[in-house]
């Protein structure tokens, strides 16, 4: 779940140090190198010298090695999608097949892993309904899962590997299941997370509502954290199989469908919905730019738009926004925000620089379905408590266990189940349920504003969050959090649905 600023207030506990510190409507200017002008989108090892390949800007012009000069970023699109396999209407089919890839993060030669020889990954949009069917190829020398993140799938389907142990090297597997809900979703491994989703594993599943309201465009926008600059400092430096840079932000990269300090063209007078993923392993966003317009969260679109300062948005969470593009381009922003502290200290950072070459007036803001936005009401009893503790030289625990030694709790099918997550440590937790999806009723007691259906919520430090679960799903789900290094740590457990 996305946290809302301004329209949850009190909710999700805005710091004031936001609201002095945008006051001034900061803008950075990013400089750049020419050679680094083109970033990690298609990785190719043999392709050493970026400056002349990215003919989509002028900055083939710049000299490529003298001093910074202030030439125009990569342009950024959506990721590329796959291509649909099966021409038959309400089927959907491709291929994922993940290996080993060499590409640069701001010039910055990374050895990590592509799906298809991308990052992200290729984009898979579907239908409301589509039977998808994905084979994966594993051409990685490790075993490999995909996890549809935040998809209702059957539990064979929800490449969780802890039974299994995942599709071995050279082996294949095909997963198909039913998309019965729209919304932005996203894949990725579940097994060696922290290297196989760290090195660029992940991309976008989107599936669409024919009922939603109509857009001009629809762009998706995919953040990662990446360590390879800390330059040496004591205790930073990025190692080999380890490229998120923890919980700095001043020494984080981050990119935008790989791509730092890209520039997006828009058209004045377009509305693009926009959606977003924060892949990274364990670096929180906190985006900001003019005059907001929050439409949806990790289950789609909300019953109305609501209108905040900046949403944050932990490991693991979707957000939707609507740009409704009028004569002026904007900044988007991403506050410091970390997850040991929530608001950190340091000046707001250019993620993405939004242009409109061609002004017109803007659009008006969609049209909405009003679907009902009230909340459920809290049952007043609680079914089952998970408590998130640890830190230090200590494991991450849940309920004072450690993966995989845990209790199996369960959760009644086709019933209501009150899940209320206590967070004891000095971190935030992205608190993560596979299979199934769930309302958020409060956190520290304060019910949101307007419905929330998620399947991904971030437990601040010391917050107490009470969720509704009403479990469609049958199987055993992997319960965790998001940041990768505590569900490797041993913050995770299971929760049988029968
Ligand atoms: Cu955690």
């Known amino acids: 779940m996305s946290t809302t600023a301004r329209a949850v207030g009190a909710w999700a506990g805005e710091p004031a140090a936001f609201r002095s510190r945008r006051a001034g409507g900061v803008v950075t200017r990013v400089m750049f190198l020419a050679a680094f002008a083109s970033a990690c989108h298609d990785p190719d090892p043999a392709d050493t010298d970026r400056s002349s390949d990215d003919s989509a800007d002028d900055s083939a012009d710049a000299p490529a090695d003298t ?30 097949r993940p290996a080993p890839a060499t590409f640069t993060v701001d010039g910055v030669a990374v050895d990590g892993y592509a799906y298809n020889g991308q990052v992200p990954g290729p984009t898979l949009r579907v239908a409301l309904g589509d039977t998808v ?3 994966l190829q594993n051409d990685l020398a490790a075993a490999t899962t995909v996890h549809w993140h935040g998809m209702q799938v059957p539990e ?32 990725h491994p579940h097994l060696d997370v922290g290297a196989q989703v760290d090195g660029g594993l992940y991309g976008v599943v989107v599936v669409e509502d024919p009922a939603a309201p109509a ?20 205790g930073l430096d990025a190692e080999a199989d380890d490229h998120h840079a923890l919980t700095n932000p001043a020494r ?12 997006f063209e828009a058209v004045g007078g377009e509305r693009i919905r926009v959606r977003t993923l924060n892949a990274s392993n364990s670096s929180y966003l906190a985006l900001a730019w003019p005059d907001m317009r929050h439409i949806g969260s990790d289950q789609g679109l909300f019953g109305a738009p609501e209108a905040p300062d900046y949403v944050v948005l932990a490991p693991g969470d979707r957000a939707e926004f609507e740009w409704d593009i009028g004569p002026d381009g904007f900044d988007v922003t991403t506050l410091p925000w970390v997850a040991s502290a929530g608001a950190a200290v340091g000046d707001p950072r250019t993620l993405l620089t939004v242009e409109v070459p061609a002004p ?3 659009p008006t803001p969609m049209a909405w379905p009003s679907a009902t936005t009230a909340v459920s009401a809290d049952p007043a009893r609680t079914d089952l408590v998970y408590v998130f503790q640890g830190g230090g030289a200590g494991d991450w625990l849940i309920n004072g266990e450690a ?21 004891l440590s000095a971190t935030n937790h992205p608190f993560h349920l596979h299979g199934q999806r769930f309302e958020v009723l409060s956190v520290d007691d304060v019910a949101p504003p307007a419905r929330r259906v998620e399947d991904t919520v971030d437990v601040g430090i010391r917050q107490r969050v009470r969720l509704l679960l009403h479990a469609e799903n049958p199987g055993d789900w992997l319960l965790h959090c998001h940041l990768l290094g505590h569900e490797e740590g041993g913050m995770m457990t299971v929760l049988r649905v029968e």
């Open 133 to 135: 069917t994905t084979v």
């Open 360 to 362: 017109a007036p803007a």
């Open 67 to 96: 001093a910074p000069v202030d030439v125009p970023g990569p342009l950024l699109t959506s990721p590329a999608e796959a291509a649909d396999g099966d021409p038959a209407a309400g089927a959907f089919l491709t291929e994922l």
């Open 252 to 263: 984080t990269r981050w990119t935008v469908n790989g791509l730092v300090g890209a520039r």
């Open 156 to 187: 064979a389907m929800d490449g969780a590997g802890w039974v299994d142990g995942g599709v071995l090297p050279g082996a294949a597997f095909t997963y198909t299941f039913t998309a019965d809900a729209p919304g932005t979703f996203w894949y």
């Open 215 to 234: 857009v001009d465009r629809d762009l998706v926008l995919v953040f990662d954290a990446w360590g390879e600059h800390d330059d040496g400092a004591p």
């Open 403 to 423: 993966w995989p030694d845990v209790t199996r709790h369960t959760a009644a099918l086709d019933a209501d189940t009150v899940i209320e997550v206590r967070n």
